[in-house]
């Protein structure tokens, strides 16, 4: 059975895309990421172009994310303070962000730029959280303590505009959240991601939030800066498949809320380790696609 894609302009299996969407949405409710950064190489490894990969996931980032984020609801661990400046972050950078994808595929220079920034992104952030995991495994009473929690760098403490986050513990200025939030709307309008992969570890080890708290936060900004990018990559780019992207959501609602049951009982530091070793995963493929020689050296397309 082949189902017809009329923006990408091929035949799919259903059936294993439906099975991608709820593998990955399985690992966005266990690990608090949008599960883009896994979604879209593989959309391109199984034939999707790149372009129409990166534009149709951001649509599946938010019905997972939504889905996964219902279960930390019930539990508390959203901040919604901290969210609402990821967000607005968040929206300033997904709009530069899908502007600058249009002028690099005007250019033709998208697909490359796509992944030199997941080899880039993905081996820099996947190697410092496996040692980072490694460490606290090692160490485990040694980490996220209050004590811990309440070190701060002169650099944070110079920053002005100080405010009280009380579900994170926390006392920064707004400032940085914000620009954690435009970074991660850049990345999910170039990359097709949700930013997950980059805003958890920098909530845990620059905004040095509670851990239980990150994963629920992450999935509520994401929700809003996907939403965002897909529209402005619909209107923008033309980018997004309505089929590709039904066939996603269809099993990455199921698979979300499996994940965050799942996650709940593995150790914070263990979660850590295991994304570390995907997003590892994933970077050493696209290294490995950008140094071999292709099955085709020269391709004839319409202009």
């Known amino acids: ?15 294993i895309i439906i099975a991608m969407g709820g593998a990955v949405g399985f690992l966005s409710g266990m690990f608090g990421v949008g599960g883009g950064f896994l979604m879209t190489p593989l959309l391109i490894f199984y034939g999707i172009p790149p372009v129409v990969a990166v534009g149709t996931e951001a649509s599946q980032i938010v019905a997972a994310s939504v889905s996964g984020v219902t279960a930390h609801l019930r539990r508390k661990t959203v901040d919604f303070q901290m969210g609402g400046y990821l967000v607005a972050g968040g929206g300033i950078g997904a709009i530069f962000g899908v502007y600058l994808f249009r ?7 998208v697909e490359t730029v796509i992944s030199i920034a997941y080899v880039v992104f993905l081996t820099t952030v996947g190697g410092l959280m496996l040692v980072e995991s490694m460490r606290a495994l090692s160490r485990p009473h040694h980490i996220d303590t209050p004590r811990n929690r309440k070190r701060r760098v002169a650099w944070m403490a110079a920053l002005p505009f100080a405010m009280r986050f009380r579900r994170s513990q926390l006392y920064i200025s707004p400032i940085l959240p914000l620009l954690l939030g435009a970074i991660g709307g850049m990345l999910a309008a170039i990359m097709g991601v949700g930013g997950g992969f980059i805003m958890v570890p920098a909530m845990i080890y620059v905004l040095q939030m509670p851990t239980n708290v990150v994963i629920g936060t992450s999935l509520f900004q994401i929700i809003f800066v996907t939403a965002l990018t897909t529209i402005l990559h619909a ?42 070793l995907l997003v590892l995963a994933v970077g050493a493929r696209f290294l490995f696609d950008l140094v071999t020689t292709p099955p085709s050296l020269f391709v004839v397309s319409p202009m």
């Open 235 to 276: 209107v923008t780019n033309q980018a997004v498949d309505i089929v590709l992207a039904l066939l996603l959501l269809s099993g990455g609602v199921i698979g979300a809320q499996l994940g965050a049951r799942a996650g709940v009982a593995l150790k914070a530091e263990q979660l850590r380790a295991l994304l570390a």
């Open 1 to 15: 059975m082949q189902v017809y894609l009329p923006i990408a302009e091929m035949p799919v299996d259903p059936f």
């Open 103 to 109: 002028y690099l595929r005007a250019a033709g220079q």
